[in-house]
Nanobody
């Protein structure tokens, strides 16, 4: 079992920046890909950015060049640096973590979400 705690959300003006954190509890599982998702009111949850255990990253087209995902494996924490924020970035942001057991069983965990509001 892995518990995720997200933080860093808040209210910011357009053009501003925020840094989200997703801290995972200590675990014997092997942590693989971690992704940040967001869900705006009335919309489906969408992948914003993801980072593999090897450090490879992927971004939604809408955030490329503005958002940066990174991870600190020693701290079991993944960050999402968000710059040049736009009102359309307003959403609840969720962290999703893929973990694998020694027997190669995969599990996926979600955080509780953190709200990001960008005012125009």
């Amino acid at each position: 079992q892995v518990q995720l705690v997200e933080s860093g959300g808040g209210l910011v003006h357009a053009g501003g920046s925020l840094r989200l954190s997703c801290a995972a509890s200590e675990t014997t599982l092997s942590i693989r890909t971690v992704g940040w998702y967001r869900q705006a009111p009335g919309k489906q949850r969408e992948l914003v950015a993801a980072i593999t255990s090897g450090g490879s990253t992927d971004y939604a087209d809408s955030v490329k060049g503005r958002f940066t995902i990174s991870r600190d494996n020693a701290k079991n924490t993944v960050y999402l640096e968000m710059n040049s924020l736009k009102p359309e970035d307003t959403a609840d942001y969720y962290c999703n973590l893929e973990a694998v057991t020694d027997d190669y069983e995969r599990y996926y965990y979600w955080g509780q979400g953190t709200q990001v509001t960008v005012s125009s």
